[in-house]
């Protein structure tokens, strides 16, 4: 289980990992060169947000969607509130039925700028 929240983040892997005191630049930074994956969103994100594709965002850790979050706050990209669905049998499902959850659910939202949001 720590091997797979380290594949995620390692600042997920303990919270002393984590610089504390940096300028929210450098924290940003920081959060980018910790993972592969969130250096490949900083790249994609753009590209997709611009060729007006939507992206729907999830992971079986809730803890994830804060570094996610995070992330996503520093790089300016406008989202809306994650919607942390997690239904009693949540880790049960395939992940294209988890998708789907959490999709609807994001569909029948009734926030007025649901629709505006490219990234949810």
Sequence with gaps: MQLRKCLQHPYLYAED???RGLLPQ???EKLIDGSGKLRFLMTLLP???ERGHRVLLFSQ???????IEDFLNG???KQ???PRYMPNNFMA???TQKAKIVKKAWMN???PDRRSSSIF
């Design 17 to 19: 990992i984590e610089p």
């Design 26 to 28: 450098e924290s940003h």
């Design 47 to 49: 590209k997709l947000k």
């Design 61 to 67: 850790f809730v803890i994830a969607l804060d570094v």
């Design 75 to 77: 790089e300016g990209l």
């Design 80 to 82: 809306n509130a994650f």
């Design 93 to 95: 499902r395939m992940a």
């Design 109 to 111: 939202s009734t926030s």
